[in-house]
């Protein structure tokens, strides 16, 4: 059984992968011993990965030393069953980087476009000979909210709509219009720039905001919100393996 901790920018996601199948899953807005027990339901997991994008985490990783044999924590010096061509790759989020080893592992031998939804919005490129290529970040649907509502002296804080028209008749709604449809005309922006580069090109949603932009990219082959976790479990996976035993023992 391995345990996988994402340490997000806002919440803690937890899941748990036993032959390879994601089984649980749950958040927090911060880890604690009663969530771990509470998932693991008094079992001991083989293998635990952490990943973080908040930077070092060590009250975390002593945490979940306590409920697994064998703790691996992804850094820039993790070795990745893909090829990274990121000229950074020391700044390069762990949560990019193992949504493009999910994609490699679920959509083997696919030029794939990975658009992730959450606190920040990240539209990265996977080669179809298992090379991440790069991508792109811009602030995410709620952050476009908080934005207008706090840099301005009198527009209100909305949130999502499922009105899919281009014009509003109230300012609330122009405001839902306007960052909704920024975030799908940006989407769509560069799937039609990057189909025209590179061919059979996949399209893959993840993230907690990916429910509210499937329907409006007509072109969105494949959702699947649990990208990063089946990454993370390759990536412990791969460190698992004869080749590369870099797991920490207990």
């Known amino acids: 059984m391995n345990l996988i901790v994402d340490v997000g920018n806002t919440r803690v996601k937890l899941a748990l992968f036993e032959q390879g199948r994601l089984t649980e899953q749950c958040g927090a807005e911060t880890l604690s011993a009663a969530t771990l027990e509470g998932l693991l339901g008094g079992r001991r997991a083989d293998r635990a990965v952490i990943s973080s994008t908040r930077g070092p985490i060590p009250g975390i990783v002593e945490l979940v030393r306590r409920f697994a044999y064998r703790v691996l924590e992804f850094t820039a010096a993790t070795p990745v069953p893909i090829g990274n061509a990121y000229l950074t790759p020391a700044t390069l989020g762990r949560?990019?980087?193992?949504a493009a080893v999910g994609a490699a592992a679920l959509y083997p031998g696919r030029n794939a476009l990975i658009v992730d939804l959450g606190t920040a919005v990240t539209i990265d490129l996977l080669s179809a000979d298992g090379v991440f290529r790069g991508g792109c970040i811009s602030p995410g649907?709620?952050?476009?909210?908080?934005?207008?509502?706090?840099?301005?002296?009198?527009?209100?804080l909305c949130d999502a709509i499922d009105s899919?028209?281009?014009v509003g008749r109230t300012t609330d709604e122009a405001i839902r219009l306007g960052v909704m449809n920024s975030i799908a005309f940006e989407i769509e922006g560069y799937v039609a720039r990057l189909?025209?580069?590179f061919e059979d090109l996949c399209v893959i949603?993840?993230?907690g905001d990916a429910k509210f932009f499937v329907k409006r990219i007509k072109n969105t082959i494949f959702a699947n919100c649990n990208l990063v976790f089946y990454g993370l479990n390759r990536i412990l996976e791969y460190n698992a393996s004869e080749e590369h035993l870099s797991l920490i023992h207990i």
């Open 95 to 98: 949560d990019r980087l193992a």
């Open 164 to 166: 899919e028209r281009a």
């Open 141 to 156: 649907m709620a952050m476009r909210f908080r934005a207008l509502h706090e840099y301005t002296a009198s527009l209100p």
């Open 195 to 197: 189909e025209g580069e």
């Open 205 to 207: 949603f993840t993230g």
